[in-house]
């Protein structure tokens, strides 16, 4: 792992929080060895982060096992930071009724750097397993809500999230290319939402809206998700008129809260 990153100018607390991310990246309980083995950091600033975040409950040392893992102090914070940040609050009881009315399975995402972060999923009547799941990362070139808020992402953004893809195919029709993936994403903005045609798992298909504020800033995007032995793109798309009123609730009452209209550029669904 490249540490020499941004938290290298911000003195001890910033090389903490750097750690801070690197154990919590591997989604498990670490041990000292696997940290030093990924760190830019010499054994004994390493041992010495790792002993100031344990003192302040950022992170817990579990004595038998001699593993890490985020402390509970970590654990109020985010749930707190998810309360009052996110869109989850604004957008729950749309994504509700939106469930309800589908009776497929809805997410709300948003873009975290390069990836998309799934904020919150209502199940369908009859859930179907699959990978997202509120917390987690997930691509933005094969996915339904990546794609969709990707496509109405400024153009520098958008260059620089390109620029990010592993373009790892996963799926016969997974898009591998950034010239592939662009052509797609001016199709999605001509019609205003996207697809997943089981680019990410077999037999998961999707709609998506992008979230927009008043000048076109994206917020977030959310999706109705079904399978190949439910329906078909054709049968999704005729949800769309639902899915863009849940869309332009969730951004009406986001106005409302703490996510102010800054955006300098305008783009604007098909049809408006």
């Known amino acids: ?34 940290v030093l083995a990924d760190s830019a950091y010499p054994k004994p600033t390493l041992y010495r982060l790792l002993q100031t975040l344990v003192s302040q409950n950022m992170l817990s040392y579990n004595l038998d096992r001699q593993t890490y893992a985020p402390g509970a102090r970590l654990v109020r914070l985010a749930h707190a930071a998810w309360a009052q940040s996110s869109l989850v609050q604004v ?23 390069a ?10 009547a009859h859930p179907v397993e699959m990978f997202s799941q509120a917390g987690k990362v997930g691509p933005v070139y094969c996915t339904g809500v990546g794609k969709a808020m990707l496509a109405f992402t400024d153009d520098a953004q958008a ?26 994403l001016q199709a999605i903005r001509a019609r205003g939402y996207a697809f997943d045609r089981e680019e990410h798992e077999p037999g998961i298909i999707c709609i998506a809206m992008p979230i927009l504020t008043p000048s076109g800033r994206v917020l977030g995007a959310v999706s109705v998700t079904s399978t190949t032995a439910r329906t078909d793109l054709k049968g999704l798309e005729t949800l769309a008129p639902k899915v863009r009123d849940a869309a332009d609730a969730i951004a009406q009452d986001a106005a409302k809260w703490s996510f102010p209209d800054h955006g300098t550029h305008t783009l604007k669904l098909a049809g408006e």
């Open 159 to 184: 260059d620089d999230i390109i620029a990010q893809q592993s373009f790892h195919r996963f799926q016969p029709g997974t898009l591998t290319t950034p010239a592939a993936l662009r052509q797609e």
């Open 1 to 34: 792992m490249d540490m020499a990153g941004s938290g290298s100018g911000d003195g001890t607390v910033g090389k903490a929080l750097e750690v801070l991310d690197q154990v919590a990246s591997f989604g498990r309980p670490v041990r000292f060895s696997e």
């Open 91 to 113: 957008a729950s009881p749309h994504l509700l009724r939106l469930s309800v009315a589908t009776t497929e399975t809805v997410h709300l995402a948003q873009l975290d750097h």
């Open 115 to 124: 990836q998309v972060l799934y904020l919150d999923k209502r199940n369908a």
